[in-house]
């Protein structure tokens, strides 16, 4: 069977070559996740007895390989032109809420992502994810892509010096102008912003990689202190062992990272590991079904009713690449709105998706050569990804109370309180009551309130030093 009748290149309107540019632009647009998730993760995951680099670079593996299996589904058995790989905001939600917030083993988190994944395959296969998706509030819908984008700017700020800790208001502008890595990192977002807005393909890596050539030339030519702009730890390593030997020395064994879900899920709590699990629960199905419907809207893909159909086989992507990643060691995996540019190249068909697992696979041997790119540079793409899901706002209606508060709330409440989770609550539970008090109530499903009612659980246990 070729390739054409395989995934039905000609009902779709497109052939192998369109397929092909598609999955490489997918590739290009996507790609700096592989640098990003260990940045992110690292913050969380420490092995004894592995330097801080070969935890980066187990964590890339195990990104790349996670990726992999979520596409491989997607383009075999979905059929669909959609990249997928470990979520922005889902690992920042692992590493800063979960492990350094709650003070949860990274162990015991991963654990937690293995029985959402399973929870997840066990609803798609039963077709039940699709009527619980239809049970959230159209504002909160449209409002969680904008909160996240929030959430990941501010994170980014921070990794970048602008926003730094006040003891009056919390957070203040920092001394931008006398700091290398803000005005690198400032620099750097300048130029990204400028690629993407003249819709350069790959801008977000362009950005990425002239930054951290531009940090490394201004550290080896003198301008800046070692240690500023280059990790010493990186520098050292380049020095002993040259930039061939840092290549060829890639750990590639991923053991002490693969299986540590296992260790996780001896060391449970019951109520700490399953409001955690409830929460990457709600935080993933939000990421994934909004993340869904926007490409499948912008390729044309939906039904007359404004449906995808068999929505469950793309589900189901990310639910095996979620429970995939959890045994090798990597946070939640989830459809990627960067998808949208390989849809906009021609992409129809899992053709697509293949070529982008394919060109992952080939990152593998290079991934010691991300571990030199420094963190600041590399959350150039939160910055910039978190800019772009401002557009879901537009389809909010302001004017109608009920919209306009829990989506205001869903956009503030996430980077306020440092958590996605409790964002999405918060827009959750506001819209039955507000609906209610606007005279509406007959408009409410029972699983509306019924979910509100779980929701204001899970605030009072967040809250009331339950978990402690």
């Known amino acids: 069977m070729g390739l054409n009748s395989f995934f039905d290149l000609d009902d779709h309107d497109t052939d192998v070559n369109s397929e092909v540019i598609a999955g490489a632009t997918t590739f290009l647009a996507m790609a700096y996740i592989i640098v990003v998730n260990p940045t992110v993760l690292s913050n969380a995951i420490s092995i004894e007895g592995y330097t801080d680099p070969e935890v980066f670079q187990m964590i890339a593996i195990t990104t790349i390989l996670a990726s992999v299996a979520a596409m491989l589904v997607m383009a075999l058995y979905a059929n669909r032109p959609f990249g997928l790989a470990p979520g922005l905001g889902l690992n920042a939600f692992f590493a800063f809420t979960v492990v350094l917030g709650l003070g949860i083993p990274w162990q015991t988190a991963l654990a937690a992502v293995f029985v959402?994944?399973?929870?997840?395959?066990?609803?798609?296969?039963?077709?039940?994810?699709?009527?619980?998706?239809?049970?959230?509030?159209?504002?909160?819908?449209?409002?969680?892509?904008?909160?996240?984008?929030?959430?990941?700017?501010?994170?980014?700020?921070?990794?970048?010096?602008?926003?730094?800790?006040?003891?009056?208001?919390?957070?203040?502008?920092?001394?931008?102008?006398?700091?290398?890595?803000?005005?690198?990192?400032?620099?750097?977002?300048?130029?990204?912003?400028?690629?993407?807005?003249?819709?350069?393909?790959?801008?977000?890596?362009?950005?990425?990689?002239?930054?951290?050539?531009a940090g490394w030339a201004l550290t080896l030519g003198g301008v800046v202190d070692r240690g500023v702009l280059v990790d010493e730890s990186v520098l050292s390593a380049v020095e002993q062992q040259g930039v061939i030997g840092v290549i060829t020395g890639i750990q590639y064994d991923i053991t002490p990272l693969a299986g540590a879900f296992i260790d996780g899920l001896s060391q449970v709590e019951p109520l700490t590991f399953g409001f955690v699990v409830l929460t990457f629960f709600f935080v993933d199905f939000f990421d994934t079904a909004g993340t869904l419907i926007g490409i499948a809207q912008f390729g044309d893909f939906l039904d007359e009713n404004g449906e995808l159909p068999e929505m469950d086989k793309p589900l189901m992507a990310d639910a095996v690449g979620t429970t995939v990643g959890a045994m090798l060691g990597t946070s939640t995996v989830t459809t990627y709105i960067e998808s949208s540019t390989g849809v906009e190249a021609g992409g129809r068909t899992g053709l697509t998706t293949l070529v982008v697992a394919a060109l992952f696979l080939l990152m593998i041997p290079f991934v010691a050569i991300a571990s030199a790119i420094p963190s600041y540079a590399s959350f150039i793409a939160l910055v910039i990804v978190g800019i772009i899901m401002f557009e879901g706002v537009v389809d909010i209606d302001w004017r109608d109370p009920a919209w306009s508060i829990s989506a205001a709330l869903t956009i503030t409440i996430m980077p306020l309180t440092y958590s996605i989770a409790d964002g999405l609550a918060a827009g959750i539970i506001s819209y039955p009551l507000v609906k209610a008090a606007s005279g509406e109530a007959d408009d409410i499903r029972l699983g509306q309130w019924l979910l509100a009612a779980v929701l204001i659980v899970y605030f009072y246990i967040q809250t009331s030093g339950m978990l402690l």
């Open 116 to 213: 959402e994944g399973i929870i997840f395959i066990v609803l798609t296969a039963i077709g039940a994810r699709e009527y619980i998706i239809n049970l959230f509030p159209e504002p909160v819908k449209f409002a969680v892509g904008a909160g996240i984008g929030v959430f990941l700017l501010f994170i980014g700020l921070q990794e970048f010096q602008v926003i730094v800790n006040d003891e009056a208001t919390l957070v203040t502008l920092g001394s931008v102008g006398s700091n290398p890595v803000a005005i690198l990192g400032l620099s750097g977002v300048a130029l990204t912003l400028l690629l993407w807005a003249r819709g350069i393909t790959g801008s977000i890596i362009i950005g990425i990689l002239t930054t951290a050539i």
